[in-house]
């Protein structure tokens, strides 16, 4: 009787490869959201396919016996993928808050430790059969130093990216609580699933790669497939998430992409009333000027349905919520920057005055809406109304 091609965890792992496959394309052909942090999360579950489709064929004993077993392409395919998974999702969270331009020279520093990796395994002919631990005897010394630091790259260069990933959705965290309003809760845990998933993962492959010089071949075969597995957990874990919770997947609330704007509010009973409590929301009530506002509470306190909320701002005023109430309090810190009355604060007092409760957020979206930043506003405004107050001022007008 033939052998099987692939064994009962080997199976598992093709399933996960099709699971994984199948969220990369979801994240492609559903509409909405913000591009760069679905393309990132695309790249990440892409370089887990790369990883698990790698490791299925460097450990199955059909795959050992193929040519492709006498050359270095599959490990160092190996290693590229798991060395830049620990970048891309830190790429990932960071994205969540603001564009970021991957183009820029320091970036690259993190693709080191791939080009590392993948330069040696080539240079040492670093093949397949090299890559398995039971060959590692027969090699020389110096194929065995350029394997062992190869080793070292892909079991310890992730972990160190998972604390650089659990501080950046630290500051994420804060960030979203000052600027971003809106941000739905389902993102952050999608975000946390992915992290907190794979800092199991990668803090495993890291104690298994410690502890296979100390443990027989069968128990370090076991760490492996254990390693595995949690990678399986993991993308069936978020599978269902992105199942189950498509729209926060995609970032934001699906629309339909071929209704009319028109109609879309229209469908809204007594829209003109509620477009008015709107503004009373801003006018009256100065709803933006709370630090913590967010759609619900801001619905509540009109007197809307948070949905209709949502679809009025989102149309009316072409943009989302977080957007609409961070540029009435631009607009709000415009007024006091300007005023005489306030001549006297600092522009740390005139960011807390108009809603914001964080220094680095005002000074970005600040600027990205005015084009410059809140002291050249300042001196800016103080200088016109110095022009308008000379007495030369009508001169030069006439």
């Known amino acids: 009787m033939k052998s099987l091609l692939l064994n009962l965890h080997e199976v598992v792992i093709v399933l996960t490869i099709l699971e994984t496959l199948l969220l990369c394309i979801a994240l492609g052909i559903l509409p909405g959201g913000r591009k760069q942090p679905r393309r990132l999360l695309q790249i990440f579950f892409l370089l887990v396919v790369g990883t698990l489709s790698t490791t299925l064929i460097i450990w199955n004993t059909s795959f050992q016996a193929m040519a492709i ?22 790429f990932y969270l960071g994205s969540l ?28 002919d670093l093949s397949i ?24 790259l892909v079991k310890c260069s992730p972990l160190i990216y998972v604390f650089a990933c659990f501080y950046t959705e630290y500051r994420l965290r804060k960030q979203l609580q000052q600027m971003y309003s809106t941000i739905s809760e389902r993102e952050l845990r999608l975000a946390d699933l992915v992290l907190g998933g794979f800092f199991i993962h990668w803090l495993w492959s890291f104690i298994a790669y410690f502890l296979g010089g100390y443990v027989s071949g069968e128990t370090n ?6 390693n595995n597995y949690l990678t399986v957990l993991l993308i069936n874990a978020l599978f269902l998430f992105g199942w189950r919770n498509t729209r926060e997947l995609v970032q934001q609330d699906l629309v339909a992409i071929t209704e009319p704007e028109k109609d879309r509010l ?39 349905k948070a949905r209709e909320l ?37 522009v740390l007092d005139i960011l807390y005055k108009s809603g914001f409760n964080s220094q680095s957020a005002f000074h970005r979206f600040f600027k990205r809406m005015v084009g410059m930043t809140p002291s050249e506003y300042r ?18 007008r006439s």
């Open 69 to 90: 077993a006498n050359y270095p392409v599959i490990p160092a395919l190996l290693s590229a993928c798991l060395l830049l998974q620990g970048p891309v999702l830190f």
């Open 97 to 124: 808050s603001q564009e970021i331009d991957l183009r820029h020279w320091r970036h690259g520093i993190h693709l080191l430790p791939a080009v590392l990796a993948v330069g040696v395994t080539f240079a040492y």
């Open 129 to 152: 059969y090299d890559w398995l631990p039971w060959h590692w005897a027969s090699l020389s010394g110096g194929d065995r130093a350029a394997l062992a630091f190869v080793w070292f």
């Open 221 to 226: 075969d076991l760490l492996g497939i254990i």
């Open 266 to 304: 229209q469908e809204i009973p007594q829209v003109d009333d509620k477009l008015q409590a709107v503004e009373r929301g801003i006018g009256e009530l100065r709803l933006h000027l709370e630090s913590q506002i967010n759609l619900e509470r801001f619905a509540d306190q009109i007197g809307v």
């Open 310 to 346: 949502s679809t009025i701002i989102n149309t009316h005023y072409q943009q989302n919520f977080f957007e609409f109430i961070n540029s009435q309090r631009v607009e709000e810190a415009k007024r006091l920057l300007a005023s005489p009355e306030c001549a006297g604060d600092t």
């Open 379 to 396: 001196k800016q405004a103080i200088d016109l109304k110095r022009e308008s107050s000379s007495p030369l001022a009508g001169i030069h």
